[in-house]
Antibody, heavy 119, light 105 residues
């Protein structure tokens, strides 16, 4: 059974930092690209960042470029999102999602972790 | 920049057919994908590559494409289908539509 479990969310002040983690199981992690997708309260889905299977390539939405860094540890089946210079509009549930054969769509999602940026 | 446009809401009675559209200029050249998100839950992939259904997705969910519009059709709508539905495509990176809330009357 494929499972993705996010952690690391919480309350942070504007300008602060957080590091999200996503531990996966049930599939060969090293074979698949992975993404982070977020959803602000009461709003729609927004793709945030992606990383290739071997971590050789990373991609970012313009809204987070220069502030967020995606990475992965294939030896630990874990995906990360380092978030710096956080802003109020970064408040959202952050989902990690498995890419289907590097096709830029997502066949499995975690349950999400809530990040709240507020003073 | 490229956008995907969905109606904010669609309402249908149980047993009827619901159609949710998604329009975008690049859809003739890019595949569309559909997700269902029930309240408080993570999204679930319903349709990929315009019309393919992942294993485990009921046959009442189907997708189609015509020019700049793709359509998610739910035949014989059930109360459990009440949810938000999102289309997604690719514009160098993934892009989501704004979502459609399906209400089962």
């Amino acid at each position: 059974e494929v499972q993705l479990l996010e952690s690391g969310g919480g309350l942070v002040q504007p300008g602060g930092s957080l590091r999200l983690s996503c531990v996966v199981s049930g599939f060969t992690f090293t074979t698949y690209a992975m993404s982070w997708v977020r959803q602000a309260p009461g709003k729609g889905l927004e793709w945030v960042s992606a990383i290739s299977a071997a971590a050789g390539s990373t991609y970012y939405a313009d809204s987070v470029k220069g502030r967020f860094t995606i990475s992965r540890d294939n030896s630990k089946n874990t995906l990360f999102l380092q978030m710096n210079s956080l802003r109020d509009d970064d408040t959202a549930v952050y989902y990690c999602a498995k890419d289907f054969r590097s096709s830029w769509f997502f066949d499995f999602w975690g349950q999400g972790t809530l990040v709240t940026v507020s003073s | 920049s490229y956008e995907l446009t969905q109606p904010p809401s669609v309402s249908v009675s149980p047993g009827q057919t619901a159609r949710i559209t998604c329009s975008g200029d690049a859809l003739p050249k890019q595949y569309a994908y559909w997700y269902q998100q029930k309240a408080g839950q993570a999204p679930v992939l319903l349709i990929y590559k315009d019309r393919e259904r992942p294993s485990g997705i009921p046959e009442r969910f189907s997708g189609s494409s015509s020019g700049t519009v793709v359509t998610l059709t739910i035949s014989g709508v059930q109360a459990e289908d009440e949810a938000d539905y999102y289309c997604q495509s690719v514009d160098s990176t993934p892009l989501f539509g704004g979502g459609t809330k399906l209400t089962v009357l």
